[in-house]
């Protein structure tokens, strides 16, 4: 049975007859599809792999973010245990993991190959993965003591500002340029093979599920720092214009 052009045919029946009659007919879609998996986890996509590595990757960036103001009001108040945990997972996960062995070592020397602007960009890119590394050693320094000395507060701040603005940057045009550029290369039955690859390679490295365990690791520390809760970050309403 295809489901999807049944969902596709339901939506458009709704449409015609009105939302309500969507209603009931939506456990039995659940349920359907959750027999279509068997139990089995839902397939992720080499470059949905990828990106969501990118998504914690950009959570550790946010524990940064969110951190520079504290250094800067009162450095003996913050956590470094937690900044350490968080620089030791960007340096496993997101470092020898993610960058490494997945971006250097499958998807560059790909996309270096078509043409001179992804060229140009896949040569900063390796730059910035460089810079990130050097970060990421000096953060492990920093935070490996009782608490962060005064005289590291305003340098350590600087540093998660700079590596927060190149990394946003970074991750955001691999997502948009780099990842859609490198899927060119392969037919849909090769990028299926490459996601085995990557799966085999993620449970070489960290002896089970790599991206689960990263997760857990970042909400281990958003818990530790009082960031868990998403809530907090919704703004305020805007002045009446
Ligand atoms: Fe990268
Ligand atoms: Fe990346």
Known sequence: MDINQDRRDLMRNSALLGLAIITPSLPTFALTEQKANDGKEPEVTATEDL???????????????????????????????????????????????????????????????????????????????????????????????????????????????????????????????????????FTDKQLDEISDQFEDIEHKMFGKDGFEEAEKKISNVEGALGLADLAQFTPPSPPKS
């Open 51 to 185: 990106m969501r590595e990118h998504g914690v990757i950009r959570r550790a960036l946010l524990v940064y973010a969110e951190t520079v103001p504290k250094l800067r009001q009162n450095a003996s108040s913050v956590d470094p245990v937690a900044l350490q945990q968080t620089a030791q997972l960007f340096r496993t996960f997101g470092e020898d993991y993610h960058e490494k062995m997945l971006e250097e070592e499958h998807i560059f020397p790909l996309v270096r190959k078509q043409g001179a602007n992804l060229q140009h960009y896949v040569d900063v890119l390796t730059e910035q993965h460089q810079r990130g590394r050097e970060i990421t050693d000096y953060i492990l320094a920093v935070t490996n003591a009782g608490k962060i000395s005064s005289q590291h507060a305003e340098p350590l701040a600087k540093v998660f500002e700079g590596f927060v603005r190149m990394y946003e940057n970074h991750a955001a045009r691999e997502d948009t340029i780099i990842f859609p550029a490198w899927k060119t290369n």
